[in-house]
């Protein structure tokens, strides 16, 4: 089945830009999405990029999809205390919801 | 963003006794909603899928005896884990997608989660 493999932590100052690099191993995934979990709390979409482009941009988030390489990154410029979470990227098949998780990256940004 | 409501959102219960999750959808129907499993410091694991007035489709390796699925309107969801031991302490989210127009039609909004403590 579908993998999805995230790095554990990334630790960051505030104010420089934050990477969080994900991978997955099916091809046919159409839709990738990045969440953000906060301690105790449930999931909030961040945003998602479907398989047919390259890159998004939203505000200070960016991502990049390099299908070739089944590669995805979120970009988080100029990052702040308040972006200190767990991230998730997800990928999905189809249209539906039905989303495998990679394992999260916990996001560290000191003052 | 359409809103759900997940409840309670932390249960402890005694070994043996069966819990119950409520998931609504407040601002949209759901015609699908997943439930997932997180372990501490792990990824969310989805556990079973539901669509409203059908059977739910469980994962493998996933008991479906146990942890009982039920999808009987546009808005509701319930799960229930029936004897509970200590080790389905966890924490339960679930999702929605449906027909919310203000969302991406791909878009499945989550719960905030109920953490289960099995005592």
């Known amino acids: 089945g579908e993998d999805v493999e995230q790095s554990l932590f990334l630790s960051v100052r505030e104010g420089d830009s934050s990477v969080i690099n994900c991978t997955y191993t099916d091809s046919s995934s159409t839709y990738l999405y990045w969440y953000k979990q906060e301690p105790g709390a449930g999931l909030q979409l961040l945003t998602y990029?479907?398989?047919?482009?390259d890159m998004k941009q939203d505000q200070r988030l960016t991502v990049l999809l390099n299908k070739k390489d089944k590669h995805l990154s979120l970009r988080i410029a100029d990052t702040q205390t308040g972006d200190s979470a767990i991230y998730f990227c997800a990928v999905a098949y189809n249209q539906g919801g039905k989303l495998i998780f990679g394992q999260g990256t916990e996001l560290s940004v000191k003052p | 963003g359409a809103v759900v409501s997940q409840h309670p959102s932390w249960v402890i219960c005694k070994s043996g006794t069966s819990v119950k999750i409520e998931c609504r959808s407040l601002?949209?129907?759901?015609?699908?909603m997943f439930w997932y499993r997180q372990f501490p410091k792990q990824s969310l694991m989805l556990m079973a899928t539901?669509?409203?007035?059908?059977?739910?489709?469980?994962e493998q390796g996933v008991e479906k005896d146990k942890f009982l699925i039920n999808h009987a309107s546009l808005t509701l969801s319930t799960l229930t884990v029936t004897s509970a031991h200590p080790e389905d302490s966890s924490f339960y989210i679930c999702?929605?997608?449906?027909?919310?127009?203000?969302?991406?039609?791909?878009?499945?909004?989550f719960g905030q989660g109920t953490r289960l403590t099995v005592v």
């Open positions: 539901s669509n409203e007035g059908s059977k739910a489709t469980y």
């Open positions: 990029i479907f398989s047919n482009m």
């Open positions: 999702s929605a997608s449906g027909n919310d127009p203000g969302a991406m039609n791909t878009e499945a909004f």
């Open positions: 601002d949209f129907q759901a015609t699908t």
